[in-house]
């Protein structure tokens, strides 16, 4: 039953970014060209919304669906952090796709979609592969 509940959760999020075109290719590329307010009203909107929530979750000791108290360890900053999100922002840039749309794209019939899939997992597995040589 749990699981059911993540799939219709994951279905609608899925269904929220198709119907806002956030898996758009184009909408991606008039934000890397910066030509549409679009994707940066998507963004700002997310991270407002990510910062009541983790302040609700913090101040009201939320559970998780299973009933398990949340908790959000503080991170320390570190230089793999700009140095990974900077490749990842190429990658977006260049495919027109990041991890939670890649989804929806192919769910959506964008063929090609099953290839940034694949990419995805390779890099991830060349991540893990390496992560004792890079900087953490």
Known sequence: MKNLTYLVLGGLFGLILTKSEVVSWWRIQEMFRFQSFHMYGVIGSAILVGLVSVQLIKRNRLKSLNGETITLADKKYNHGTWIGGTVFGLGWALTGACPGPMFAQLGSGVAGAAVLILAAL?????????REKLPH
């Open 122 to 130: 390779a890099g991830t597995w060349t991540y893990s592969a390496l």
